[in-house]
């Protein structure tokens, strides 16, 4: 095990993203990125005296914005931003996060960095295009974390209603991560079981369009109370770098670039459950959708293309959008 991970952004997200990589054991090295060089300092002191603890030492280096550093890296995590700008909505950080990718982008890429981009920023459809683009990485090996977590999510409302343990459920929010976002109630199940059939066994009836707005709404539930999510995204972002260092296939939805074979959508990037191995997003998956699905999947990409052409340089750097 010899993986290197770095992290740009080593806030919230980016120091409880360290965290489980090294709780997990999965680096030998990790390397921390963030203009703001005292926290960056801080966070790597703070996880240095945690290695103790931790199953495995690994070297934990602050590259403050040498962004070059990152070259040799394995998966490379974007979670720089401002999240007080994504109070109200996650769009609000459309020109901050895009801004900042074009500060270390192209640094990175053109180092020679030949890892994958597991990137977290908000909106993350939109700046996980911007990297693609600005460093013409091939699509695959530069992923959203998309509805990764809204997945998680909705699983979390649908073990709640039903008091079933949350690893037998299986529930996929797809499309933006955004607001946009729908689930796919067309492929619940829980323990292979459908609905109705745990409905009538348990005797209850779900409010599918309650559960589904839950799922939607988690994170500004979280936001509101404490200004940030970072236990839960840090674990979703972590289980797809896992798959990556480890070539795992594991399948999950995360955004990826859509090339026309989901329903028409073509040229952003958008959520769909995808195969993800060592070299980034391997396979997507699409699945059959109800006409309704196929209605919010289409609303969903329509959202994702505005914020997309709101963004000048970055539209200009797009191939033909269809949404
Ligand atoms: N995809 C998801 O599900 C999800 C969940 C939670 C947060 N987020 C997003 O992740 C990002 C990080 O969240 P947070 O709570 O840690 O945010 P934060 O505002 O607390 O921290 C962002 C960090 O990025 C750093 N930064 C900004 N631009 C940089 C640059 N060019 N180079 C290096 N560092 C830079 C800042 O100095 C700051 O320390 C935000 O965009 C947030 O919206 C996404």
Same mark, same amino acid.
């Given at each position: 095990m010899?993986?290197?991970?770095?992290?740009?952004?080593a806030?919230h997200v980016g120091?409880h993203?360290?965290?489980a990589?090294?709780?997990?054991?999965?680096?030998?090295?990790?390397l921390l990125?963030?203009k703001?060089?005292?926290?960056?300092?801080a966070q790597?002191n703070d996880?240095?005296d945690?290695?103790a603890?931790?199953?495995?030492a690994?070297?934990?280096v602050?590259?403050d +914005?040498?962004?070059?550093?990152?070259?040799?890296?394995?998966? @490379?995590? =974007?979670?720089a931003?401002? %999240? $007080?700008? &994504?109070?109200?909505?996650?769009?609000?950080?459309l020109h901050?996060?895009t801004?900042?990718?074009r500060?270390?982008?192209r640094?990175v +890429?053109?180092a020679?960095?030949?890892?994958?981009?597991?990137? @977290?920023? =908000?909106?993350n459809?939109v %700046? $996980?295009? &911007?990297?693609?683009r600005?460093?013409?990485?091939?699509?695959?090996?530069?992923?959203g974390?998309?509805?990764?977590l809204?997945?998680?999510?909705?699983?979390h409302?649908?073990?709640s209603a039903?008091?079933l343990?949350?690893?037998?459920?299986?529930?996929?929010?797809?499309g933006?991560?955004g607001?946009?976002?729908?689930?796919?109630?067309?492929?619940?199940?829980?323990?292979?079981?459908?609905?109705?059939?745990?409905?009538?066994a348990?005797?209850l009836?779900?409010d599918?369009?309650?559960?589904e707005?839950?799922?939607?709404r988690?994170g500004?539930?979280?936001?509101?109370?404490?200004?940030c999510?970072?236990y839960s995204?840090?674990s979703?972002?972590v289980e797809?770098?896992r798959?990556?260092?480890n070539?795992?296939?594991?399948?999950?939805?995360?955004?990826t670039?859509?090339d026309?074979?989901?329903?028409?959508?073509?040229?952003?990037?958008?959520?769909?459950?995808c195969v993800?191995?060592?070299?980034?997003?391997?396979?997507?998956?699409?699945?059959?959708?109800?006409?309704a699905?196929?209605?919010?999947?289409?609303?969903?990409s329509?959202?994702?293309a505005d914020?997309?052409?709101?963004?000048a340089?970055?539209?200009?750097?797009c191939?033909k959008?269809?949404?």
């Open positions: 010899a993986a290197r991970v770095g992290i740009i952004g806030s120091a993203v360290a965290d990589l090294l709780r997990q054991g999965l680096v030998s090295e990790l990125c963030d703001d060089v005292a926290l960056c300092r790597v996880l240095l945690a290695m603890f931790y199953p495995h690994a070297r934990v602050g590259v +914005a040498r962004y070059e550093e990152l070259a040799g890296c394995d998966v @490379v995590v =974007n979670a931003g401002h %999240v $007080a700008a &994504a109070a109200e909505s996650r769009d609000g950080e901050v996060t801004d900042e990718v500060t270390f982008a640094r +890429a053109d020679g960095f030949g890892g994958v981009w597991v990137s @977290v920023s =908000n909106p459809d %700046v $996980a295009l &911007a990297i693609q600005l460093t013409g990485t091939e699509p695959g090996r530069v992923i974390s998309g509805t990764t809204d997945s998680a999510r909705f699983r409302a649908l073990s039903t008091r343990d949350p690893h037998s459920v299986s529930a996929l929010m797809l933006e991560h607001l946009g976002e729908f689930a796919l109630w067309s492929h619940v199940s829980f323990g292979s079981l459908a609905p109705a059939e745990v409905e009538r348990l005797g009836e779900l599918r369009d309650a559960l707005e839950e799922a939607r988690g500004y539930v979280t936001m509101s109370g404490k200004r999510t970072e995204i840090a979703g972002t797809v770098v798959a990556v260092l070539d795992t296939k594991l399948l999950t939805p995360v955004s670039y859509m026309g074979s989901a329903y028409g959508v073509s040229g952003i990037y958008e959520s769909l459950p993800i191995g060592a070299g980034g997003v391997e396979r997507v998956v699409v699945p059959e959708m109800s006409e699905e196929v209605a919010k999947w289409h609303e969903s329509r959202r994702i914020n997309v052409r709101q963004v340089w970055l539209a200009a750097l191939e959008i269809e949404a």
